[in-house]
């Protein structure tokens, strides 16, 4: 079946520091979404990527998606404390809505 | 209003016992969702509906059995769980199926 990894698992990072996460798919993907979770809370949306190569930006948060689509990022620039959470990516195929979540990355940042 | 509301937000039942989870929406979204999370772990697609209708079912045991009365209000019906059911339940919604998701805040679910 359909298998979504992410790396890292976890990353901890001084106040100020870039992150990345990597969202790797075994299947071709139709589109993939961004979520945050906070330690406690529940995901939240933060993007869709639908075309091959897309990228988007949000104030210090740049996604991409990969030009085969097995593949997305999400890179973040200059951290801050409130960045804490896990990042989960979630990808769907084509024809069906079913979106299977990556494995996450947990963020911390060091103040 | 642009939220999912979840109730109750913690629920201890025995494994004899029978309980629901319920979830409201008022955002107009024609799609809403379970999912289930364990700790420090992504969340599972448990079911899918589409405008009120079910059309995905992850192969979730029948004693989860989800029910959707209208487009706003979605229920999920617990009976004889097990201990290794207990985890976080997370109702979703959105505008429609391929859209992305407002999760509400779930209900931690303890199986005693």
């Known amino acids: 079946g359909q298998q979504v990894m992410q790396i890292p698992q976890y990353q901890h990072v001084q106040e100020g520091e870039d992150f990345t996460t990597y969202c790797n798919s075994s299947?071709?993907?139709?589109?993939i979404q961004w979520y945050k979770q906070r330690p406690g809370g529940h995901p939240v949306f933060l993007i869709q990527l639908v075309k091959s190569g897309e990228v988007k930006k949000q104030k210090r948060l740049t996604f991409q998606f990969g030009e085969a689509k097995k593949n997305s990022s999400l890179h973040i620039t200059a951290t801050q404390t409130t960045d804490v959470g896990t990042y989960f990516c979630?990808?769907?195929?084509?024809?069906?809505?079913?979106?299977?979540f990556g494995t996450g990355t947990r963020l911390k940042v060091l103040a | 209003d642009t939220e999912v509301t979840q109730t109750p937000k913690h629920l201890v039942m025995g494994m004899t016992n029978k309980k629901s989870l319920k979830c409201e929406q008022h955002m107009g979204h024609r799609a809403m969702y379970w999912y289930k999370q364990k700790a420090k772990k992504p969340p599972e697609l448990m079911f899918v509906y589409s405008y009120e209708k079910l059309s995905i079912n992850e192969s979730v045991p029948s004693r989860f059995s989800p029910e959707c009365p209208n487009s706003s209000l979605l229920n999920l019906h617990l009976h004889a769980l097990q201990p290794e059911d207990s985890a976080l339940y997370l109702c979703?919604?959105?505008?429609?199926?391929?859209?992305?998701?407002?999760f509400g805040s779930g209900t931690r679910l303890t199986v005693v």
């Open positions: 299947t071709t993907l139709s589109n």
């Open positions: 979703a919604s959105s505008l429609s199926t391929g859209y992305g998701y407002t």
């Open positions: 979630a990808g769907t195929t084509s024809g069906t809505y079913k979106y299977i």
